[in-house]
């Protein structure tokens, strides 16, 4: 894969993880993608809206789609990147969160999982001004959302297909195109994320 700067890099975890080069290889393929639409969208003069803080979308979406190896990425990041306090509050949403809710990731309104939140928020972006408190501007203004780049997704989900164990090309084409993998998708509002709770909580009693 060409160089790409966009891609996160944690060395030591990703020795010990070999799913995590792979999905950290589909995000950086993913936002490269995006940012060169945003570019575009840009010289016509259009004016990104998105910025941090900025989070109605996070409360308004409720059926975010989510890989299985972005599940695995989200579980790896809470447990061994997020310190205290961040990681009791993320506890705390994930005890209380129930299905349909909006996404439990979203503490103090700022995405608590940046790094490797998944695919369709890294795609989701709007322009000219920010979204008013339930406004899903896909359907108020289209002209203002960034239109996916089936390109650069289609070539992110090819990079993740050996962690579903596919590694030829043919396979690997096949798997998307046919739909299995797209089978594999949860609703990231309506996953269990009560296991993860547990988990943070058996990590804590190991290092006690
Ligand atoms: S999608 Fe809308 S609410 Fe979300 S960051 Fe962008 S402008 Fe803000
Ligand atoms: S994962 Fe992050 S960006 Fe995506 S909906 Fe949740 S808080 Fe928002």
Redesign the pocket.
């Known amino acids: 894969m060409k160089k790409n700067k966009l891609r996160l890099s944690f060395p030591e975890d990703e020795k010990m993880h070999s799913w995590l080069p792979v999905l950290l290889n589909a995000y950086a393929i993913m936002d490269e993608g995006v940012k060169r639409d945003i570019k575009k969208y840009e010289k016509l003069g259009r004016r990104l809206a998105c910025r941090r803080g900025c989070?109605s979308c996070?409360k308004t979406?409720r059926d975010?789609p989510v890989y299985p190896i972005e599940i695995v990425g989200i579980y790896w990041y809470v447990i061994e990147k997020v310190k205290e306090p961040l990681r009791a509050k993320i506890k705390a949403s994930l005890i209380s969160h129930n299905r349909g809710d909006f996404?439990p990731?979203?503490i103090d309104e700022v995405?608590s999982?940046?790094p490797v939140?998944?695919l369709a928020?890294r795609q989701f972006n709007v322009f000219n001004r920010p979204c008013s408190a339930g406004e899903d501007p896909f359907y108020t203004r289209p002209e203002d959302v960034l239109k996916p780049s089936e390109h650069y997704l289609g070539k992110a989900l090819y990079e993740t297909t050996p962690f579903y164990n596919v590694y030829t090309d043919e396979e690997r084409v096949d798997f998307i195109n046919s739909g299995r993998l797209n089978s594999l998708v949860r609703v990231?509002q309506n996953y269990p994320w009560i296991e993860l709770a547990r988990r943070i909580d058996n990590v804590k009693k190991a290092h006690k």
């Open positions: 989070s996070c979406h975010i996404c990731f979203l995405c999982i940046y939140r998944p928020c990231l």
